[in-house]
């Protein structure tokens, strides 16, 4: 199971409790989980071990494993972690560079030209990370 989380997943309310009680019967399974989780923005999924100021997060859950588990957290600053996805015992597992991919996506539809990064975004960036962020914008808007 890959789980992309959405705001509907980290807000609370009836979406997070059924993501949350989605996320337990998986976790109950023979089923492995990938919960990717690229917002920033609500509470991040309960797990012991994450550091709090954490700003994303992949969780490889491997059914065979449990309670253990692959924790990978990252900063705005830093690429997305590539990760093996667990497959059927005997199965080659994919390495899955979510990074490149979203790059790639990001240039082939033009989002550089689409999107305005001028506004402050809606969860705001740690200050050392807002320097960087508008100096990386001011940065591409040269030449």
């Given amino acids: ?4 989380l959405s705001s509907t997943n980290k807000r609370p309310g009836t979406g997070r409790r059924l993501y949350e ?9 023979r089923t492995h989980l990938a919960e990717i ?3 920033r923005a609500g509470e991040p999924m309960p797990m012991n071990g994450c550091p709090p100021d954490v700003a994303y997060r992949i969780l490889i859950s491997r059914a065979a494993r449990r309670p253990r588990a692959d924790l990978l957290v990252f900063g705005v600053r830093e690429p997305i972690p590539a990760f093996q996805l667990p497959l059927l015992p005997g199965d080659d597992e994919p390495i899955v560079e979510l990074n490149r991919l979203l790059h790639d996506l990001y240039d082939r539809a033009g989002s550089d030209l689409r999107l305005d990064y001028t506004p402050p975004p809606d ?3 740690p200050a050392e990370d807002a320097t960087w962020a508008a100096e990386l914008l001011r940065a591409s808007q040269v030449g």
Avoid: N, T, W, Y
């Fill in 1 to 4: 199971m890959i789980e992309l």
């Fill in 21 to 29: 009680k989605k996320r337990l019967a998986i976790f109950g399974s």
């Fill in 37 to 39: 989780d690229l917002l």
């Fill in 123 to 125: 969860s705001p960036l």
